[in-house]
């Protein structure tokens, strides 16, 4: 199973991120979180050790950002089941090359996320396993 998890600083973004994932059929339930500190923390400590992950990770945010985030995760046992899409309102082209060179980062959206972006994630190669029809 993969679970979807929303870490973005801006409650309205998480609002409209949970409902499209919801109602593209990601997760029915995504799990969110403010703060990175916070989502790091679930992660490392409360987080089922045999579920996947699919992180939806913004850049900008106050404390750690989504780059920090990015290299704490790699401290976690059994983070190769953290899938990240970068998600931002960047535009900066070294955001996406750094990101397409992290190991953990599967796709790089700019806001908002839409439909097509979801449909987009369930063809990824790293995570189609987990949308086939049974």
Request: charged residues 35%.
């Amino acid at each position: 199973m993969l679970r979807t998890i929303i870490v973005d600083d801006d409650e309205i973004v998480t609002f409209l991120q949970k409902k499209i994932v919801s109602k593209c059929e990601l997760d029915a339930n995504p799990l969110s979180f403010k703060d990175a500190e916070e989502a790091l923390d679930f992660l490392g400590e409360e987080s089922d050790p045999e579920e996947d992950y699919l992180i939806m990770l913004d850049i900008n945010m106050p404390k750690m950002n989504g780059w920090q985030f990015l290299e704490e995760i790699k401290n976690v046992p059994k983070n190769e089941r953290f899938h990240v899409v970068m998600v931002t309102s960047s535009i900066d082209r070294k955001d996406k090359r750094d990101a397409a060179n992290d190991p953990h980062v599967v796709d790089f959206i700019e806001k908002p996320v839409s439909a097509k972006h979801c449909a987009k994630l369930k063809g990824i190669s790293k995570l189609e396993k987990y949308f086939e029809e049974s």
